[in-house]
């Protein structure tokens, strides 16, 4: 098994930038990707971004491309979503999600953390 807890989320004004954390627990030897979705109320989930636990390859949503990125900090088992350059629109619970291999769906899910941003 593998635990995700995600932190960081809050209310920020539009331009303003915040990180989350998602710190993974368990078997993280399993782990072969790491991806951050969010949800806003009334829409489905979103890509945001992922990236191989290796650290490499990492993919990002086309919303958040040139704003967000997505880091690793191997020695505390952390992935890290730098978030730029905040737009209302932005605004979602934040779910940090593991996989098991490159064909796996994501099965490991943190509990989420929001964010909101204001104009």
């Known amino acids: 098994q593998v635990q995700l807890v995600e932190s960081g989320g809050g209310l920020v004004q539009a331009g303003a930038s915040l990180e989350l954390s998602c710190a993974a627990s368990?078997?993280?030897?399993?782990?072969?990707?790491v991806g951050w979705f969010r949800q806003a109320p009334g829409k489905e989930r979103e890509f945001v971004a992922d990236?191989?636990?290796?650290?490499?390859?990492?993919d990002y949503g086309e919303s958040v491309k040139g704003r967000f990125t997505m880091r690793r900090d191997n020695a505390k088992n952390t992935v890290y979503l730098q978030m730029n350059s905040l737009k209302p629109e932005d605004t979602a619970v934040y779910y940090c999600?593991?996989?098991?291999?490159?064909?796996?769906?994501?099965?490991?899910w943190g509990q989420g953390t929001q964010v909101t941003v204001s104009s």
């Open positions: 999600a593991a996989r098991a291999g490159p064909r796996a769906v994501y099965g490991y």
């Open positions: 368990g078997r993280t030897l399993s782990i072969y990707a």
């Open positions: 990236s191989r636990w290796s650290g490499s390859s990492t």
